[in-house]
């Protein structure tokens, strides 16, 4: 079972930046695929951004396009959320989550099967 924890959440202006973690429990990068979403208290959960366990294929929301990349540290088993240029409408809960279809950066929730528990983003205007 995989198991993931998110860190790096936090308070930030608009304009700043965060680094968010998500750490896994085994080795993740090449095996699955990973995935952050968020959800903002009484919205629905809405995907952020996705890279494949092969070739490291990358898929953003186009609300987070030029601001947000995703990278990976696989000695760490840890993915990264580098969140750039933030807004107050990035405000959310942001979860990570991993799908075994190990070739497709997904924007689709329901392809991942393990989650984290979230870690808060609050950007204030």
């Known amino acids: 079972q995989v198991q993931l924890v998110e860190s790096g959440g936090g308070l930030v202006q608009a304009g700043g930046s965060l680094r968010l973690s998500c750490a896994a429990n085994?080795?993740?990068?090449?095996?699955?695929?990973l995935g952050w979403f968020r959800q903002d208290s009484g919205k629905e959960r809405e995907f952020v951004a996705a890279?494949?366990?092969?070739?490291?294929?990358?898929l953003f929301a186009d609300s987070v396009k030029g601001r947000f990349t995703i990278s990976g540290d696989d000695a760490k088993n840890t993915i990264y959320l580098q969140m750039n240029n933030l807004k107050p409408e990035d405000t959310a809960v942001y979860y990570c989550?991993?799908?075994?279809?190990?070739?497709?950066?997904?924007?689709?929730?329901?392809?991942?099967?393990?989650w984290g528990q979230g870690t808060q983003v609050t950007v204030s205007s």
């Open positions: 989550a991993s799908s075994p279809r190990r070739y497709t950066a997904s924007g689709d929730s329901t392809e991942y099967t393990y």
């Open positions: 085994i080795r993740t990068l090449g095996s699955y695929s």
């Open positions: 890279i494949s366990a092969i070739g490291g294929r990358t």
